[in-house]
Structures are given as structure tokens and as C-alpha cells.
């Protein structure tokens, strides 16, 4: 194939690629937006992460009483993938419809200075752009552990998605929020999980109530947590039947597994993309170093979503977008630096979120604070975790004891990746916590928990 021009090069499907590359496009910009696999067209977020993980809790947690695992597990895979096959579908139309965006399948790779080889097959491409967008993304982390290569019961948060059967025994190695919330999910589809994590204490960044009552939690959904676990070797049976993962630590043992998910971290994708022949430097952990407005080492160049380092969250992919976007049709002016108050959310059942400082940080910043904390099942105020039946949780908030605005929260309940939003729009806007705490909310709901939680604020002991 004949080399091509075009204004812009995006080098994967990702939130921010595939946004900016429509922007782009619809703004008359000639784009050529490349993905290495047709499985991947509108990113991971839609394909193996944010969504298809979630439907699969969803249906874990709906499973009907009585229903055999094995059925239920089946028919929610298929339910997954028939969602997700719409939404590919719907991802590939909306830049395909796009007269200036091209869509280029294969593999990716540097030649040069903004100059971009893609090879699918037998077939060669070189494209020159003005500005080149990485957009590649992360892949699991693979530690270098005695046997992980060589067993055949080895999985990673996308293949564990389609394993086959159910299995019975499910050990998970890593106490991240991966390795939480699949230990959630295979506990309700009726798999019996065993989390390994390496950590002395569970969820060691976290405040030790709220810690000790997402291990609760875990515990009473069946869920078996061995702490300081390093894992130092995994063996196959001989006849395939059974996996051995042995861990060091606090003492040697043996746990037997059908199947073991690997959820220890994940690095940047950016191995095969000959970045030295661009120009485009990486730190020690091989993400692609940039500035406050997500421009490389090399002119031209920006690298956006979790090849960057950030958050490995979508929606800050989605303020990439936006920056970059800014950088070549707007005023340049945002930054990175310009977020305040990121929430997250670890998708439990119910979910655990959280945003700003807890209560464990603000001791150690020594900062003049006043922190109200209250046990889910104690809250008369806020009945609707008792009509589902799921008051386990609780709701900590952190407040400047000076100005009265929130510093932090952690939101442990039914509902709470949405009261997370609330809380971090709070922070944005400078809202008091007496303003949130004398809040006309809506009964029932989950948001007007903080009419009582924040009535019980007190200076830190």
C-alpha cells in the first residue's frame, strides 16, 4: 500500500483516542485512527475492563435462588458478550461514519520522527502525521513466578471472563481493587475463592475500619484472605486436574485451584512500539513520559490514557481527550494539574468509593481536621440500603476544620459510586459540609445519609 498523510495518527481505540479522533474528524481534520485487533474496536473500557466486568458482578450478584452455578455462569457470559458485541458494533460506526477518520486494522510500530509503520498480514502502511496521539493502553502484569508460564490454569482479568467451566476453586493472587472485585464476583456465582496478597494488612492505603469492614464483608460472601502471601511457585498435576499455587511469607503452604487469576498490577503497552525511533521517552516502568498537557520527549507526539501513567481510569482517558483536544483546536491551556477531587470506585457488592484524603492521611498531614463516620446499618436517615437488603458499609467524611469544606470521603454502601460523584462536585465547587449536611435530598435514597453522618463530626483524636 501506497504511504498517506494526515493531520493527526492515533495509535489505538482507547476513551480519549476514539473521542478525539471523531472530534477531529467532525472538525474537518484528516485522521487515521489504527487499532492492532478487530476484537478491541472501541477500546478496552467497552471490551474486556469497565464494562463487561460489571455486567458479570451484576450478574453474579442477581443469580436466582437455587440456580445451578455452572447455568448461571454460562448465560451470564453470553449475555456479556452479546452487550458487548452490540457496543463494538456501535463503537466502530460512530468513526466509521466519519468522512475524514480512517480506520486502519494492525499492528503499529515507529519509523521515525511522527512517521508510523502499521503491518496487518502481508500488507504494509506508512503514515505521516503533524501530531501522533499513543493511546495504547496497559496489559497485565505476568510476575516472574516458578511454573506461571508453563501451567494451564493461569489467567488474566480478560481470560478469567471466559473460563470454562466455573470453577470450583478459584484462587486469585493480588489484594488490588482487580483482584476485589473478581473475588466478589466468582464468590457469588458460587465458586469458592481463596484471595492471596502479600500485604501484612488488608488494603494497607486504606483506613483500618473501613478495611476491616471490606474483609468482613468478603469473609461472610465466602471469601478466604491470607495475608503476607508471597506466591513463590504454581505447579500443574501431572494429569491436568488440579493447580498447586505455594506461597512463602508467613509460612509455606499449598492452596489447590482449578483456576488461578493473576491480578498483581498492570504496565504500559508499549513493548512492540519502537518508541527510540520516534523519540519518545519512558520512565523505569515503561509508561511513556509526559508533561502537564500530556505532550512526549518528541515534538508532536502526545500520549493519552494508561499508556501515560495517570490513573488507570476511563474517565480520566476522557479528560486526556480533552486536553489534547484543547492543545490542537482550543486555547492550550489545560492541564493535568488542573483536576481536583478524582473519585474512584472498587465495584463491590455494595460498592466501596472513595475520593480526596481519609482519615488515616489527614493524621499523617497533620492538618487541623474534623472526620464524621457511621456504620451503613446505623444510619436511620438513609433507609434504602435496608429496603435491598444490603446494609453492610460505612460512610466516612474528612473537613477542613477551619473552612468547613470536605477534604475526603469514603462511601462504603449501596449506591456509592454515585454519592462519590456528589462528593467530589462538593470538593470542585468549595460546598461546606454544613451546606451538604442540611442538603434537601430525595427519600428514599443513598445521597441523604448525609444529613446525619456529617451532623456527627468530631476533631480527630
Request: glycine content about 10%; charged content about 25%.
Amino acid at each position: 500500500m501506497a504511504d498517506i498523510d494526515a493531520d493527526v495518527v492515533v495509535l489505538g481505540w482507547g476513551k480519549g483516542g476514539k473521542t478525539l479522533a471523531g472530534a477531529l474528524g467532525r472538525a474537518g481534520k484528516s485522521v487515521v485512527l489504527v487499532e492492532q485487533s478487530a476484537t478491541m474496536y472501541g477500546g478496552s473500557c467497552i471490551n474486556i475492563n469497565c464494562v463487561p466486568t460489571k455486567m458479570l458482578i451484576h450478574q453474579a450478584e442477581s443469580r436466582p435462588e437455587g440456580a445451578s452455578a455452572q447455568e448461571w455462569f454460562t448465560t451470564s457470559v453470553a449475555r456479556r458478550d452479546s452487550l458487548i458485541d452490540k457496543l463494538r458494533e456501535r463503537n466502530h460506526a460512530m468513526l466509521a461514519d466519519v468522512e475524514t477518520v480512517t480506520l486502519v486494522d494492525g499492528h503499529a510500530r515507529f519509523v521515525g520522527p511522527r512517521r508510523v509503520e502499521v503491518r496487518g498480514g502481508s500488507d504494509r502502511l506508512v503514515i505521516k502525521a503533524e501530531t501522533v496521539v499513543v493511546n495504547t493502553g496497559s496489559v497485565p502484569v505476568r510476575p516472574p513466578v516458578d511454573g506461571l508460564a508453563e501451567s494451564m490454569r493461569v489467567y488474566d482479568s480478560t481470560t478469567l471472563q471466559h473460563v470454562e467451566p466455573l470453577p470450583r476453586r478459584l484462587v486469585i493472587i493480588g489484594g488490588g481493587y482487580v483482584g476485589l472485585e473478581f473475588a466478589g464476583m466468582f464468590a457469588h456465582f458460587g465458586s469458592h475463592v481463596t484471595l492471596l496478597d502479600r500485604h501484612e494488612e488488608f488494603m494497607p492505603g486504606a483506613d483500618r475500619d473501613v478495611a476491616a469492614a471490606v474483609q468482613a464483608l468478603l469473609t461472610e460472601q465466602g471469601v478466604d484472605i491470607v495475608l503476607d502471601a508471597e506466591v513463590i511457585s504454581i505447579d500443574d498435576d501431572a494429569d491436568g486436574s488440579e493447580t498447586s499455587v505455594t506461597t512463602g511469607g508467613a509460612g509455606q503452604r499449598r492452596f489447590a485451584a482449578d483456576a488461578v487469576l493473576v491480578a498483581v498490577g498492570r504496565r504500559a503497552a508499549t513493548a512492540d512500539l519502537d518508541l527510540d525511533a520516534a523519540g519518545v521517552h519512558t520512565d523505569d516502568r515503561g509508561y511513556i513520559v509526559t508533561d502537564e498537557q500530556l505532550r512526549t520527549s518528541a515534538p508532536g507526539v502526545y500520549a493519552i490514557g494508561d499508556v501515560n501513567g495517570g490513573p488507570h481510569f476511563t474517565y480520566v482517558s476522557l479528560d486526556d481527550y480533552r486536553i489534547v483536544l484543547d492543545q490542537l483546536t482550543g486555547t492550550g491551556r489545560r492541564r493535568t494539574t488542573d483536576r481536583v477531587a478524582v473519585p474512584s470506585t472498587t465495584f463491590l457488592t455494595p460498592p466501596l468509593a472513595r475520593v480526596g484524603v481519609n482519615e488515616t492521611e489527614a493524621r499523617e498531614l497533620g492538618t487541623d481536621v474534623l472526620v464524621a463516620a457511621k456504620k451503613v446499618a446505623d444510619v436511620a436517615a438513609m433507609p434504602r440500603p435496608k429496603i435491598l437488603g444490603m446494609t453492610h458499609g460505612l460512610i466516612k467524611v474528612v473537613v477542613d476544620a477551619r473552612t468547613d469544606r470536605i477534604l475526603g470521603a469514603t462511601v462504603f454502601s449501596v449506591d456509592a459510586q454515585e454519592v462519590i460523584n456528589l462528593m467530589a462536585l462538593a470538593m470542585r465547587m468549595g460546598t461546606t459540609a454544613t451546606e451538604l449536611r442540611d442538603g434537601i435530598w430525595i427519600h428514599p435514597s443513598s445521597t441523604e445519609a448525609l444529613n446525619e453522618v456529617l451532623a456527627d463530626l468530631r476533631p480527630l483524636s
